[in-house]
């Protein structure tokens, strides 16, 4: 019977719970500095029971699911205290400070810094849902720098997710990151805060909201405790990623301001290229 | 058996052919400048068969949803040759420079000026489908300028493809649609734009482009040819929207600059309120 860890009881930590408890032989145990989310899991069934830290030494896997800006050093304080054959791993959307910050932890060999590319824009223990995982890709950063062992009880306990394994430099993740998920996240809170600063009446938002509105300013539910460290720990990259949303914007406010139809025309037909690429997704 | 008279075979024009014929006993007939759509149409059962313009004097029913740049021009020449019987109805995205182009037509009282809140990314007769439009808003501008019984047997159409009625001045139609759709298009096409230009790279997005991504670049799939003249007919209030929109993300980008946590989450905290609102919307 395998001793599963959860430190942070959030949508990721809490559906891997769900899925692990389905799919492997295990307990899983939760730690969570938010008393009523540990109520919550238990509750419903998300964890076994809670745990102490200083209980977490023998478990088989410790997974960190806390907020970016903590993983660091929850990752080091963890790494400090478990066995030799413990699999540790965080699910955190930023993956070159994490990398750096355990690079010299002689426990080094036990942790696997991976970014399961999966989520919705609900947040906490009761945002946790089965099978989220499925078919989903997982991307590992720096897996070289594993134990083979540990390593591949990550990627056995991976495809018990039925998860699809990625390989990644860590600044290469991070660069990525910022345009297909970091800058679609701050494109849709702007929306919706610009939408909510003019549309007084509600009522109008609600009447109107069918158009396309509600799909695009899907993210702007997301929970603000998970991004605001999110956009600080991939501050460069992303600031780099919204110069140049924002450039293109002006580029293209000033078509509709002269009436260049054709340039519009050109740059919508080029951009309807993502089709081609998305469709590609399974 | 009523005659309706479809101008424009593209998704909206398709659709409400495709549902009118399931639901009315009625012969559809469709129009449209490219010969390719009309083969489409007719092969796809989206009509029965193709009419010539000078046939649509007795049709009881003419539907207009060509690109809003030429709604005022067919409008005009569809109003100066039908019956004093014949509905005409427009469901173009912009409403005020059609109600002000046909203001002094003597059959001003045929006309219904109408957007229905109801879509797809895709374009054309191939992408019409049934149901499109059920439990959808249709708005309806200046209905006060309508023959009682023209209007009366418009609701009488609109409520057999279940939709929901709200009436509203153009202008306002005009302002609060450039929120609420057009910028989420200019939002949506320049996020594809930024990902496709920097990502030259097509697998990384393919790989990375389950976390958000595509729901919120869906919107760039969406026609040229239709969005074009929509938004150069709608430029006013559309700039305006987007300035709205740039000067919001270059405050948030300035407070990731700064590592201003506090205002980033506060930022994010309050347009969550967002959620509220849609979670309204049936």
């Known amino acids: 019977m395998e001793k ?12 891997l719970a769900l899925d692990l408890k389905q799919r492997i032989e295990c307990k899983v145990y939760g730690i969570d500095q938010n008393p009523e989310h540990i109520k919550k899991a238990k509750a419903l069934g998300i964890i076994d029971d809670e745990i102490d830290f200083s209980e977490i030494k023998n478990a088989s896997v410790v ?3 806390v907020p970016v800006d903590i993983i660091p050093k929850v990752a080091t304080e963890v790494l400090n205290v478990v066995s030799e054959d413990t699999l540790v791993f965080d699910v955190g959307s930023v993956k070159n400070n994490i990398c750096v910050a355990i690079e010299k932890h002689p426990k080094r ?7 399961p590319l999966a989520g919705t824009e609900f947040s906490g223990p009761e945002a946790a849902i089965l099978n989220l995982f499925d078919n989903k890709v997982n991307i590992l950063c720096e897996s070289d720098k594993c134990d083979w062992k540990i390593l591949d009880k990550a990627l056995s306990l991976f495809k018990k997710l039925n998860m ?3 390989m990644m430099n860590p600044v290469e993740h991070d660069r990525h990151i910022a345009y297909v998920s970091h800058l679609s996240h701050v494109s849709s809170f702007m929306l919706g805060k610009t939408v909510l600063e003019i549309e007084k009446n509600e009522q109008a938002i609600f009447d109107m909201a069918s158009t396309g509105f ?3 300013v899907r993210l702007a539910k997301s929970s603000a405790t998970t991004w605001t460290p999110i956009f600080l720990q991939n501050k460069e990259n992303l600031i780099r990623s919204l110069e ?3 450039k293109n914007l002006n580029e293209f406010k000033e078509m509709i301001e002269t009436g260049n139809s054709e340039a519009l025309t050109e740059t919508m037909k080029s951009t309807n290229y993502i089709k081609t690429i998305l469709n590609g997704i399974k």
Chains 1, 2 share one sequence.
């Open 244 to 246: 140049e949303y924002i």
């Open 214 to 216: 509600a799909s695009t």
């Open 164 to 166: 699809r394994i990625k």
């Open 109 to 115: 060999k036990n942790y696997v810094a991976a970014h």
């Open 4 to 15: 599963i860890v959860v430190i942070g009881l959030g949508l990721i930590g809490g559906s």
């Open 63 to 65: 997974i960190i699911a």
